[in-house]
Each structure stands twice: as C-alpha cells, then as structure tokens.
C-alpha cells in the first residue's frame, strides 16, 4: 500500500509528524477482520522498511497500544486502545445527552435500547442500555454492523440522495446478511424512502431473524440525522396490544434527544404506526 500523505485531507506538510503518522497508520490496520498481525505483514501493507516497523511496534507496545501475543511475533491491540475509545464516547455530546434518555426508556419498556452512529458503511453503537431480563444480546458499545443491512443503518442513510448511495456503494450488488436485505441500492433508496416518509421504522427479522427492531432519527440543530435511537425486541415476545405504545415511546425519546442538540421540528413527520412484518 503506497504511503499516504495527510496533506491530502488540507494539512500542510510541515506540520505532519511523519512517526506520528505513521504509527497512527499501523494501529488503523488491526480490524475485526486482522485481529492479529506481525512486523513482515505490517511492513508489507503500510510499504515501510521492517526496521521501522519493529521501531514502530516496540514503541506502542510499551504504551499499552499494541501487546504481544505469548513470546510470537504476532500483536494484538492493547488496552490503551480501548481506554482511548472510552474516552473518546465519553466526551461525545451525544452520548452524554443520550445515555439517560434511553435509560428512561429501557425503564419504561424493559428492552434493551441503543444509540448508533454512521461511519461510512456501518454503524457503531455509542450507548446501550439493558435491564435485567433473560434477553441476551452479542451487540455492545463499539460494536459495528453494516449499515446498509440493519433497521438503525437505514435510519442513518435517510438524508442521503440517490448519486450520495451510489458513491457510497458503487458495487453493483450489495451483500446479502438476510432474506429483507436490499440487493440493489436502488433497493436501499426506495426502501430509506418509505422510511423517511414515515418518521421511524419498526423490523422484525431484518438483520437477526428473530429480533425486531424499533428505530428513530435522531437530529441536531442543523436537521441532520446524527445518529438513530432504537429499541431491540425479541420478535416472539411482541405483543400486538404494545406495538403502538413501543412505537410512540422511542420516537418519544429520540425527539427528546434532538431537542437537547437544539433541533427544532417543522412538524411534517406522520405520527400514523405503521407495522412492517417482516421488514
């Protein structure tokens, strides 16, 4: 991978740490996919000499960034990694704002509840509530899904256009996690359309066969979506005499978190509940 320069992104040159920059580099290349990697296969992707690769490694790794795993020469990401992260959702305003409203909400449901943000092609949960029911769930703070896939995604890709879809997904197929995902991003569009139009969505069996989710946008003071609020239920649970009440409260509560970044609403959005099954 030729090295990139961050002037690039409007930074001058003289004022890049060249170390720096590439140690930053070398942390973005472990994933959930490259859990694990060693100096001749970092040295190889970020197409710098090994011994600067080793430099780099031995640094992070005595800053707790990177551990080595057993006496090999293969690192892992260390626990400064997620200690920066924490930090990091800890300082967000929106997790801050967000944190006690789907509290409330969790209290008021007895369903686990979340907030998502959109980065790229996925979304990763910033906050997670869960009360102490039987109702388990692999998701966690930090956690990634595929946007273009999930309930919570498709409310992040409803302020986007047509030629903003394509550019975000140029494939002419998109990946198929269930029988409900779109295939097409001509799919996505029609479908975020509807969804749009509708001010929430309600999915069962969407991503996960058997969990329904309840989904609202979440808007700051400029109107943009920033992030969507959701409810996950377990769809053999849903009792038909709720889905109205379910509904209205997680709306309820993602306009409330939008009125704490100072959105105001034009009131154009329909409060018609609509069940989509399965969606």
Same mark, same amino acid.
């Given at each position: 991978?030729?090295?990139?320069?961050?002037?690039?992104?409007?930074?001058?040159?003289?004022?890049?740490?060249?170390?720096?920059?590439?140690?930053?580099?070398?942390?973005?290349?472990?994933?959930?996919?490259?859990?694990?990697?060693?100096? $001749?296969?970092?040295?190889?992707?970020?197409?710098?000499?090994?011994?600067?690769?080793?430099?780099?490694?031995?640094?992070?790794?005595?800053?707790?960034?990177?551990?080595?795993?057993?006496?090999?020469?293969?690192?892992?990401?260390?626990?400064?990694?997620?200690?920066?992260?924490?930090?990091?959702?800890?300082? #967000?305003?929106?997790?801050?704002?967000?944190? $006690?409203?789907?509290?409330?909400?969790?209290?008021?449901?007895?369903?686990?509840?979340?907030?998502?943000?959109?980065?790229?092609?996925?979304?990763?949960?910033?906050?997670?509530?869960?009360?102490?029911?039987?109702?388990?769930?692999?998701?966690?703070?930090?956690?990634?899904? $595929? &946007?273009?896939?999930?309930?919570?995604?498709?409310?992040?890709?409803?302020?986007?256009?047509?030629?903003?879809?394509?550019?975000?997904?140029?494939?002419?197929?998109?990946?198929?996690?269930?029988?409900?995902?779109?295939?097409?991003?001509?799919?996505?569009?029609?479908?975020?359309?509807?969804?749009?139009?509708?001010?929430?969505?309600?999915?069962?069996?969407?991503?996960?066969?058997?969990?329904?989710?309840?989904? &609202?946008?979440?808007?700051?003071?400029?109107?943009?979506?920033?992030?969507?609020?959701? &409810?996950?239920?377990?769809?053999?649970?849903?009792?038909?005499?709720? #889905?109205?009440?379910?509904?209205?409260?997680?709306?309820?509560?993602?306009?409330?978190?939008?009125?704490?970044?100072?959105?105001?609403?034009?009131?154009?959005?329909?409060?018609?509940?609509?069940?989509?099954?399965?969606?």
């Amino acid at each position: 991978m030729p090295e990139k320069n961050l002037a690039e992104d409007g930074a001058s040159d003289k004022y890049i740490v060249p170390a720096l920059e590439r140690g930053l580099r070398l942390l973005g290349e472990f994933s959930r996919d490259s859990r694990t990697l060693d100096a $001749p296969e970092l040295a190889r992707r970020l197409d710098l000499p090994r011994s600067t690769v080793f430099r780099l490694l031995n640094t992070l790794e005595s800053m707790g960034f990177l551990e080595r795993i057993g006496s090999g020469n293969d690192y892992r990401l260390g626990l400064a990694v997620l200690r920066l992260g924490f930090e990091y959702l800890s300082s #967000l305003e929106l997790t801050e704002l967000g944190q $006690p409203v789907i509290a409330r909400l969790c209290d008021a449901i007895r369903y686990p509840c979340n907030i998502v943000v959109r980065d790229g092609r996925s979304i990763v949960y910033v906050a997670k509530v869960t009360p102490p029911t039987p109702l388990t769930s692999s998701v966690r703070v930090g956690t990634r899904l $595929p &946007a273009h896939a999930t309930v919570l995604g498709r409310i992040l890709l409803e302020d986007l256009t047509l030629p903003e879809l394509r550019a975000l997904y140029p494939e002419e197929h998109l990946e198929v996690f269930s029988g409900s995902t779109p295939k097409t991003v001509l799919d996505l569009f029609n479908m975020v359309e509807v969804d749009r139009q509708r001010g929430y969505v309600l999915g069962e069996g969407f991503y996960e066969a058997s969990i329904s989710t309840i989904a &609202a946008p979440v808007r700051d003071s400029s109107s943009r979506i920033i992030a969507a609020l959701g &409810a996950t239920i377990p769809s053999g649970h849903i009792d038909e005499s709720r #889905l109205e009440e379910l509904v209205q409260r997680v709306r309820a509560s993602a306009d409330e978190l939008s009125g704490l970044l100072n959105y105001q609403p034009r009131g154009d959005a329909s409060d018609k509940v609509v069940a989509l099954r399965p969606f």
